[in-house]
């Protein structure tokens, strides 16, 4: 099935962003995916080369979730970012990336609960703010696919470990040559197991009240910044995300603070998870940008359901700075000239290849021809 784009001028959409010393050529950005291509050894190759250059008309490429250690893993063949082979593999996707005149953002990413003693090292349980599971859902395993297990509650000793996991992370990335790094704050994962009152019931100082919940996410994203410029490093949220079992009553005040607090480091952005497509809040109305504009100064990303129409509107009304697009970059390698000549998108979604391990689904979808 393909979807015609209306005769809307995209003007804003395809206008370039400056952030920092970065000149983006369009606004519109390749979301993070994970595509679970990197093999058992988590090391980047040439398949995943080819397959974020085919995409690199995009204005910024975030890459797929990235695990800044052993322990932060979660996920089936998806690649790390805490060992040469992999900073060498990271190497050729981004040198490719780049010969398109495309900027590319590597995503940290630490599971936390998310993950399964399958993937840790002696069997042990993952990590988490708070000894609390995800309810009702299984997880992919390197044994199939099991139940999540009750995680182990980080000690408080053990957290400046954990952030000099981010902090090396952030130095591999450097090497690869990458151009920022996103922290990864959103979807159930574990920074946003901190923040959030559902999965954080910690006593000491990085739990309780909002501050304290904000506590890790400042600590994480502090010695990112050792590391890069503010203007090389964002952080991205899901204020209204259901997934991995998410969604905390006090989501308002929490994600309004988290933006407060992320509004004083001047970073290259911040990426929202505005829309409601992976779930919406169960106690009140989703969040917008206008509630987060209202509140940050800096660069605001939106995500979640956007279309090229409701992109450009969303950029014309000052709300967002530029729109990251997910599934809609899936099945179309050339979104943006799609975009620019008013071409049809593919939207026909095989969910089945999403996270298969080969070049079907991955790097076959055609570009368009007149
Ligand atoms: C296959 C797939 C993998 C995803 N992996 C990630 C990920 O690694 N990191 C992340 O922050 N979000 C991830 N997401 C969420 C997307 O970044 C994006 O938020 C979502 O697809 C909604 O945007 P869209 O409506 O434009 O597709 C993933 C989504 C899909 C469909």
Not at 43 to 55: C, D, F, I, K, S
Not at 132 to 156: C, F
Request: contains cysteine; negative net charge; proline residues 5%.
């Amino acid at each position: 099935m393909s979807l015609a784009t209306t005769d809307v001028e995209f003007k804003h959409l395809l206008n370039p962003l400056q952030i920092g010393d970065l000149n983006l050529k369009n606004r519109i950005f390749m979301a993070p995916m994970t595509r679970s291509r990197a093999g058992t050894e988590r090391v980047p190759n040439e398949l995943m080369a080819t397959y974020y250059a085919q995409r690199a008309s995009a204005g910024l490429i975030i890459s797929e979730a990235t695990s800044i250690s052993k322990q932060a893993i979660g996920w089936l063949n998806t690649p790390g970012i805490f060992n040469d082979a992999q900073v060498e593999g990271w190497k050729t996707v981004v040198s490719k990336v780049h010969q398109e005149q495309c900027p590319m953002y590597l995503q940290l990413w630490h599971c936390g609960r998310a993950s399964h003693s399958s993937f840790q090292d002696g069997g042990v349980l993952p990590v988490s703010a708070s000894a609390l599971k995800i309810e009702n859902d299984q997880i992919h395993t390197p044994l199939g696919k099991l139940p999540y297990e009750v995680p182990r509650a980080i000690e408080t000793s053990e957290i400046a470990g954990i952030v000099a996991d981010y902090k090396a992370a952030a130095e591999r990335a450097k090497q690869a040559g990458f151009d920022g790094v996103e922290i990864h704050g959103a979807n159930g994962y574990l920074i946003d197991q901190f923040l959030q009152s559902k999965t954080n019931q910690r006593q000491d100082q990085y739990g309780g009240s909002v501050e304290n919940r904000l506590c890790f996410l400042k600590e994480v994203l502090e010695a990112v910044l050792t590391v890069w410029p503010a203007n090389r490093v964002a952080v991205r949220l899901s204020p209204n995300g259901r997934y991995n079992d998410m969604g905390s009553d006090d989501y308002q005040e929490t994600f309004l603070a988290a933006a407060k607090l992320l509004d004083g480091y001047k970073l290259a952005y911040l990426h929202i998870m505005d829309g409601t497509g992976f779930g919406a809040p169960e106690n009140g109305p989703p969040m917008t940008l206008q509630d987060f504009r209202a509140v940050y100064s800096g660069t605001l990303i939106g995500n979640v359901g956007y279309t090229p129409e409701t992109a450009e509107k969303a950029i014309t009304s000052g709300l967002a700075d530029a729109i990251a697009f997910g599934r809609p970059f899936i099945t179309n390698p050339d979104l943006v000239a799609r975009v620019q000549h008013g071409w049809p998108l593919n939207i026909s979604e095989d969910m089945s290849t999403w996270y298969a391990f080969d070049a079907h689904g991955y790097t076959d979808y055609p570009v368009y021809h007149e």
